[in-house]
């Protein structure tokens, strides 16, 4: 039995709040987004809050902390739409593994501050379907395939466990697959 599955039968955990929000509370700038690295990026990237992982660890960090303080038990990583399929809308789907990694860093970093604090690996849903065609004239059609939409979603997954998301109890069954 894993720690949480202890915790869970002795006490409710509280989950942290939404990423998003306290991001916008920063205010930040296209700049900001960018940071050195990305500095010459030939496309926007302002909106991009999974980035500020690579850009801003340090926000990043400070907003675990927020939640932690607060009395969360489990942080989410800043992952909600780091899978390639999602980063195409920024041309940047050959960081979705690192930016996994480090946002799974980052948040194992910021629980480890703190006894008792675990770490989830947030997933959302791609910025595609699989199940309505995006072209009225053609029902048939899809943007992603199965497949596509499967790869992203594992690479992700990797992505998570080797920067420290992950049940010790399961961990060997995960790399097995």
Known sequence: ????????????????????????????????????????????????????????????KAIHKEYLDAGADIIETNTFNAQRISLADYGMESLAYELNYESARIAKEAASEREGAFVAGAIGPTNR??????????????????DEVADAYADQVRGLIDGGVRSEEHTSELQSH
Do not use: C
């Open 1 to 60: 039995m894993s720690d949480i599955q202890k915790e869970l039968e002795q006490r409710v955990l509280i989950i942290d709040g939404a990423m998003g929000t306290m991001i916008q509370q920063y205010k930040l700038q296209e700049t900001d987004y960018r940071g050195e690295r990305f500095k010459d990026w030939h496309k926007d990237l302002k909106g991009n809050n999974d980035l500020l992982s690579l850009t801003q660890p340090h926000i990043i």
């Open 129 to 146: 379907t699989l199940s309505l065609s995006p072209n009225v004239n053609d029902p048939g059609f899809r943007a992603v395939t199965f």
